[in-house]
């Protein structure tokens, strides 16, 4: 699997964290972006906020957005999410979260440009970081909120540099920590141990793919239904594999594309396999396509495995189509960017109105309110259903059409004006009610 690295001068070993860099500023500036206007919403973005929040200030992580109480764990198994305990400390706002999420993203470009400056040459390899940075899985992962995935695409990216350099021991500690971000990720371990065997280093690698096997096994059928309230793994949709077969054909044209299809060639794919795999099979169809962060984690993988199956030809090829693809993907996301529902004016009364509620306070809120009250109350989800009666209800104009409708919605606020609510404030664009 090695490929001959020829040496390279200091400048070029600066150009994978120049690209980093401009990486960084951009996912960052789109995130905050999308928290200013109004587009950053309660599920995600207001979930993981509650769980850092809680390993914040030393208690069990809890996420009221799911449920009053509901434990963070209990929905997927990521500990990891302490990390970002001391940094929310510093900063306890939601903005902490994307921005760590813009940074994770983009130090996983490091390795990447790394690879492609080495493989194809500075300007080359200038080019194939710039289309990795824009690729489509990850600006997907970046419009959508933050999720706890953003801390495996750096681990699986140094992973993969280091299978490429045949560092073998140095490849599972960079891949051992994906145990701690999501239950499904210890398959990708697996994944590295399996590539490890097809390279002759088979006591390393059936130990690695044993233990990765059998941690994801231990987490979905034991710690996950252990943690849940309902004593059952909470996402478990049931299984549809020949449903949708054109998005799901389209979404993996998309994965190999920009590599000119060489990745196809490398047995590095093989650690996309158990992403892939559970996602083609879920009866789940918002894991089908290219939508939302599920293939962040695939983005790596597929342009480090491009790297190492390229041949000459293809080798010419790469960078065009890496640009070509990062580009479309850039068009096809900014045009779904908006300045959102609201009017800047409108965005400034609905915060006016926001202000009122006390902090500390026990607030039922809108899904696109959520994260500007997450940081200072304790926030649960208005979805016209609850049965949840706080102190606090705070309602958009215009409510979403999910996850019930808009007609079960306006029932459930006429319902709280006739149970001892009363309309304290409101605007065009948000509705405050509160209950002595």
Not at 169 to 178: G, K, N, Q, S, Y
Not at 183 to 197: I, K, N, R
Not at 383 to 397: N, Q, S
């Amino acid at each position: 699997m090695l490929i001959d690295f020829a040496p390279v001068q200091v400048r070029t070993r600066a150009l994978p964290f120049l690209v980093a860099a401009v990486a960084f500023a951009g996912y960052a500036a789109w995130s905050l972006e999308r928290l200013r206007t109004f587009d950053a919403s309660g599920f995600d973005l207001g979930i993981f906020e509650q769980i850092v929040r809680s390993y914040a200030h030393g208690h069990w992580p809890v996420a009221d957005l799911l449920g009053p109480g509901a434990p963070g764990l209990g929905d997927h198994f990521h500990p990891i999410l302490a990390l970002l305990a001391p940094c929310y400390l510093l900063w306890p706002s939601p903005a902490c979260l994307l921005l760590a999420q813009a940074f994770l993203f983009a130090i996983s470009a490091v390795p990447v440009t790394r690879c492609a400056v080495q493989v194809l040459g500075t300007r080359r390899g200038a080019v194939v970081g710039a289309g990795y940075v824009l690729s489509w899985g990850l600006l997907s992962a970046v419009n959508f909120d933050f999720h706890e995935v953003c801390f495996a695409v750096p681990m699986v990216a140094f992973a993969a540099e280091h299978l490429l350099r045949e560092r073998w021991r140095a490849a599972v500690w960079c891949a051992l920590p994906l145990v701690l971000v999501k239950e499904d990720l210890p398959l990708t371990l697996a994944a590295v141990g399996a590539v490890l065997v097809l390279n002759r280093q088979r006591r390393l690698g059936w130990a690695v793919l044993v233990f990765g096997v059998t941690c994801s096994a231990l987490l979905f059928l034991v710690v996950l239904p252990a943690l849940n309230p309902a004593g059952a793994y909470a996402h478990n949709g049931g299984f549809n594999p020949f449903g949708g077969a054109i998005v799901k054909v389209s979404m993996l044209l998309a994965l190999v594309v920009p590599t000119g299809f060489a990745a196809l060639r490398s047995p590095l794919l093989l650690l996309a396999v158990p992403t892939l795999l559970w996602r083609l099979v879920s009866a789940n169809d918002r894991y089908w396509g290219m939508g939302y962060h599920y293939s962040a984690v695939l983005m790596p993988i597929v342009f480090i495995a491009g790297l190492h199956g390229a041949r000459k030809a293809a080798a010419r090829l790469l960078p065009a189509c890496a640009l070509l693809a990062g580009l479309a993907s850039l068009a096809l996301q900014a045009a779904h960017v908006t300045e959102g529902v609201w009017t800047p004016s409108q965005r400034a009364g609905i915060d006016a109105v926001l202000t009122r509620i006390p902090d500390g306070a026990t607030v039922l809120a809108s899904n696109r309110l959520a994260p500007r009250l997450t940081s200072r109350c304790t926030v649960l989800f208005f979805d016209g259903v609850t049965r949840e009666r706080p102190e606090w209800v705070v309602v958009a104009r215009p409510e979403q059409s999910w996850p019930t409708t808009l007609a079960t919605k306006a029932l459930a606020l006429d319902d709280l004006a006739d149970t001892g609510y009363l309309r304290v404030d409101e605007t065009d664009s948000v509705v405050l009610l509160h209950r002595e």
